[in-house]
């Protein structure tokens, strides 16, 4: 910590902020305990302020190495630790960006499995540290489209013809979809995330289920029973469709 003056001399009066005015006269400056309440108080409120990590949301079924964080403090640091609790932690002076240089796998143990991270950084004015949290989470893909019927509603189906897809850890979207001659609105799941309801063009309903449950396998390879649903009626234009 820095050496705290006895005086400074000169005309100086810097303001609290709680609008005290600290008086300093030509012979005596500002004393010393002014001084030091100046110092811990008025500037060096160390706080974590940005911390981001990419990625953030994986497909489940995916596993990657080296996660890169992004993290901006309010005040000056000296140092910067990684935490995660089953590799441990690692630590770097830079100061807005880092990338983990462990050689262990992070991947996922189901969906909506996640691994947590805490960065702590340490005050260059020894006024102690700062810690925050993040995670990376695995989710499924939701998948929507416009196709006709006549043909197999299964994995296949699902990859090939609804093509549109939402990574997300429940089942709500909106979305807009646009139904030709023919062209019903798909919308698929997994049937473990529950009964959506819809709503299109502000009118509830308007959906049925066409599949409760058929093997879907994720483009990670990840398989899992997913749900099909169907627009009522085919050739519907232009659709706002909300899932909830």
């Known amino acids: 910590m820095a050496v705290i ?33 100046l110092c811990q108080n008025q500037v060096h409120h160390l706080a974590c302020n940005l911390f981001t990590v990419s990625p953030s949301s994986v497909l489940v079924g995916a596993g990657f190495y080296h996660p890169a964080f992004t993290y901006a403090f309010t005040e000056t640091a000296s140092g910067f630790n990684f935490n995660h609790s089953v590799y441990g932690d690692e630590a770097t002076s830079n100061t807005s960006n880092y990338t983990w240089l462990g050689t262990g796998i ?62 997300t850890g429940n089942k709500a979207i909106t979305f807009n979809a646009v139904a030709a001659s023919g062209e019903y609105i798909w919308y698929a799941y997994r049937a473990a995330g529950g009964t959506p309801s819809f709503s ?21 390879g990840f398989t899992e029973q997913y749900q099909i649903w169907r627009s009522d009626y085919p050739s519907l234009g232009s659709v706002t469709v909300v899932v909830t």
């Not at 609290?16 to 500002?30: E, K, L, N, P, R």
């Not at 308007?206 to 879907?216: E, H, K, M």
Request: proline share 3%; glycine share 14%.
């Open 200 to 220: 299109a063009n502000d009118f509830n309903g308007g959906f049925q289920i066409a599949v409760t449950g058929t093997p879907f396998t994720n483009a990670s």
């Open 106 to 167: 992070f991947d996922s143990t189901g969906v909506n499995s996640s691994h947590s991270f805490l960065i702590q950084g340490y005050s260059a004015y020894g006024e102690g540290t700062s810690t925050s949290g993040f995670y990376i989470r695995w989710y499924q893909n939701i998948h929507w489209g416009t196709y006709a019927t006549g043909t197999t509603l299964d994995s296949n189906f699902i990859a090939g013809k609804l093509t549109n897809k939402f990574l």
């Open 5 to 37: 003056p006895g005086n400074i001399r000169g005309d100086f009066r810097p303001v609290g902020d709680d609008t005290t005015v600290f008086t300093a006269d030509y012979y005596f400056g500002i004393d010393g305990a002014s001084w030091k309440y």
